[in-house]
């Protein structure tokens, strides 16, 4: 993995940690209405994302080469106005929950993928081996990596609209 995969996941995940770390329990579990999700259940799902990430980079370790797979843009990752319904596994949990508990989580989970990437002693078969997304289709284990990042700042974005109309000002 580069040192920009590295720098980006990790100045990603404290700029979720401070959107979120200062909240009390009522504005973390707090809705807009009720089709959307809190601050809580956005955060659960990025826990569930990640994990779910990692076991795919895991599983598409152990797979051949595959020398056909192509980079995908990633750019409309990051476009809000696209909404893109959460596969059922990644949807989170609708019990309000503790901001230190997803803290605990989101660490878990970062640690989970840290543990698994440093089992690769060369990083270029990141690049040559796969995995469908349920999304994207085909990609690449690096763009996997990327888009655990790209997926966090997308809802980063979320979170600060939601603090803005639920009127938080941490």
């Given at each position: 993995?580069?040192?920009?995969?590295?720098?980006?996941l990790?100045?990603?995940?404290?700029r979720?940690?401070?959107?979120?770390?200062?909240?009390g329990?009522?504005e973390f579990?707090?809705?807009?209405?009720?089709?959307?999700?809190?601050?809580?259940?956005?955060?659960?799902?990025?826990?569930?994302?990640?994990?779910?990430f990692?076991?795919?980079?895991?599983?598409?370790?152990?797979?051949?080469?595959?020398n056909?797979?192509?980079?995908?843009?990633?750019?409309?990752?990051?476009?809000?106005?696209?909404?893109?319904?959460?596969?059922?596994?990644?949807?989170?949990?609708?019990?309000?929950?503790?901001v230190?508990?997803?803290?605990?989580?989101?660490?878990?989970?970062?640690?989970?993928?840290?543990?698994?990437?440093?089992?690769?002693?060369?990083?270029?078969?990141?690049?040559?081996?796969?995995?469908?997304?349920?999304?994207?289709?085909?990609?690449?284990?690096?763009?996997?990596?990327?888009?655990?990042?790209?997926?966090?700042?997308?809802?980063?974005d979320?979170?600060?609209?939601?603090?803005?109309?639920?009127?938080?000002?941490?």
């Amino acid at each position: 993995m580069s040192n920009l995969h590295n720098e980006n996941l990790a100045d990603t995940r404290n700029r979720l940690l401070n959107e979120i770390s200062l909240l009390g329990y009522e504005e973390f579990n707090k809705s807009t209405d009720t089709n959307t999700w809190s601050i809580a259940q956005v955060s659960h799902h990025l826990v569930l994302t990640e994990k779910a990430f990692t076991r795919a980079i895991e599983y598409g370790l152990k797979q051949v080469p595959n020398n056909q797979v192509r980079k995908i843009s990633l750019h409309h990752a990051m476009d809000r106005t696209k909404k893109i319904e959460a596969p059922e596994m990644v949807k989170p949990n609708l019990e309000p929950i503790d901001v230190l508990q997803v803290i605990d989580l989101l660490n878990d989970s970062r640690n989970y993928l840290l543990t698994v990437l440093k089992t690769v002693k060369d990083m270029s078969i990141l690049e040559e081996r796969s995995v469908v997304h349920p999304v994207f289709g085909e990609m690449p284990l690096d763009q996997w990596v990327e888009l655990i990042y790209l997926h966090e700042q997308r809802h980063i974005d979320q979170i600060k609209e939601i603090k803005f109309l639920l009127g938080i000002s941490t």
